[in-house]
């Protein structure tokens, strides 16, 4: 069983950064990849980026291309999200997954290609 703990989450004005990280634990050897989604009240939980844990290639979603960065570190087990120029469209919880590449062959886009997450932080971004 994978574990995952998000934390850095809390309240910005918009222009602002944050750096969010996430802690894993448990079997990490059977991650295949680390992903960061996000849920905003009455929304589906959106993909945010994802990094492969083993050479660290990251993926982006299009909404947050050159302004969040995913990196990762594979001896402490700790995934960070940068985010930079945060936008009140920003404001979600932000969770982080864990994707075990069950079935597929690529990683995994959609919140059900991942099969463990943590419990979230709350991002909230003030105009």
């Known amino acids: 069983q994978v574990q995952l703990a998000e934390s850095g989450g809390g309240l910005v004005q918009a222009g602002e950064s944050l750096r969010l990280s996430c802690a894993a634990s448990?079997?990490?050897?059977?991650?295949?990849?680390l992903g960061w989604f996000r849920q905003a009240p009455g929304m589906e939980r959106e993909f945010v980026g994802a990094?492969?844990?083993?050479?660290?290639?990251?993926y982006y979603a299009d909404s947050v291309k050159g302004r969040f960065t995913i990196s990762r570190d594979g001896a402490k087990k700790l995934m960070y999200l940068h985010m930079n120029s945060l936008k009140p469209e920003d404001t979600a919880v932000y969770y982080c997954?864990?994707?075990?590449?069950?079935?597929?062959?690529?990683?995994?886009?959609?919140?059900?290609?991942?099969?463990?997450w943590g419990p979230g932080t709350q991002v909230t971004v003030s105009s």
């Open positions: 448990g079997r990490t050897w059977s991650m295949y990849a």
């Open positions: 990094i492969t844990w083993d050479a660290g290639f990251p």
């Open positions: 997954g864990a994707d075990l590449l069950l079935g597929r062959a690529e990683i995994g886009t959609l919140a059900i290609d991942y099969d463990h």
